[in-house]
């Protein structure tokens, strides 16, 4: 056997020139799964804020601060994973700026609870620290980008494209929470450093050429996020279960929710992958950049549905203002978002139409309505979750039956 020489297993530097982006059988590294645990306590953190000030009857102030932080949460998420599907070189100096950049994710994490009550007492609005934790972030990513831009002579303008936008939107940032401007104002002024944060990856991907990321790596590392935000559905299903047990012993009721929770989560992960991300990818690169930006909203609608399954909670201990139709319309609006973004983007990939699909979808929408009217007219809330849960269920049974042949053939012409 030959001896392993230390180089071949040390993280010493090496040259950033750009992954292969037809690399076979690229998956997430163990770092990408370490770094994405930081959006555990992000997307956790968000969720109990939306069912706090939902509960509350806050539901406009507590929608606005939820949408404002899902953006935050889930751009940080893609400034790294994007660079890290195009220049990942694990070296030492990689590594270090992702750590860095984990740091600022916690920081971020943790200015939320301000944030949201900001909002919620109408207050000037506090995103001091949310900004100090992006610009720990973007600290490290920059000079991600630079060394990209000296070590990849081909790509330069990409890399210092995507540099510049970084760095002009995160003093506009800045400037904005040392205004301390109350949040209408906000709603005004963050449109206009959205658009500097989409556009700069429009401009580096679609204009000046793009980088090498990887397709099937994409593809997997937001199946990857997709997982982590199911699991906020899971935990607000133990919330509410235990606010159930806690009240009346195991019930019926109970039972149902628990049933209902796990087998929402599971319908959810089932249809998100039954989209061919990858597929389409690998023959359509320019499609990344609308794939990718859909997902903020898809995000943000499992997390909301976990925070609304809090909201059952706060319901059955009593501490909610709204009624239990208010409590029923928490989840199942998340839930018809998430149905509505996934059709979308399952058209958008595919660049046609299918009346089979629009079927599918026609029937998640009966079941979500039938689910508050139960609610409406005073039944059981179990009922109502039951009911909630059995809507990405018609996608899923409907696929398996008769959609994936569908799905072939449309692939097929994908291919041609």
Known sequence: MS???????????????????????????????????????AFGQAGDQLSHLVAGG??????GAFAFAMFAICWAWIN????????DTDDWFYRVTTMVQMIGVVVLALGLPAMFASVEHGDAFDNGVMVAGYVVMRIAMVAQWLRAAAQDESRRSVALTYAGFVTLAQIGWVLLAFAAVPFDTVLILAPLLFIVELGGPIIAEVRLGGTPWNASHIAERYGLLTIIA???VLFGTVTSVAALVAKQGWSVDAVLVVVAGVGLTFGLWWSYFIVPSAQVLRRHRRRAVGWGYSHIVLYASIAATGAG?????????GEAAIGETGAILSVAIPVLVFSI????????????????????FAGTVAMLAAAVVVAAVGGPIGVSLVLITLSPAVVVVGYELVGHRHQAAALARQAR
């Open 341 to 360: 973004v996934l059709f979308l983007l399952y058209t958008y990939l595919m660049h046609e139409g299918d009346p089979f699909h629009l079927g599918l």
């Open 309 to 317: 399954l809090h909201v059952v909670a706060y319901l059955v201990q």
């Open 3 to 41: 001896e392993l020489t230390s180089s071949g297993l040390s993280h010493r530097l090496v040259r950033m020139r750009g992954r292969d982006p037809e690399e076979q059988h690229r998956a997430a590294t163990p770092l990408e799964l370490l770094f994405d645990l930081a959006f555990v306590v």
């Open 80 to 87: 790294f994973s994007w660079f890290a599907s195009a220049y």
């Open 230 to 232: 199911l699991g906020e």
């Open 58 to 63: 806050h539901v406009l102030p507590g929608l």
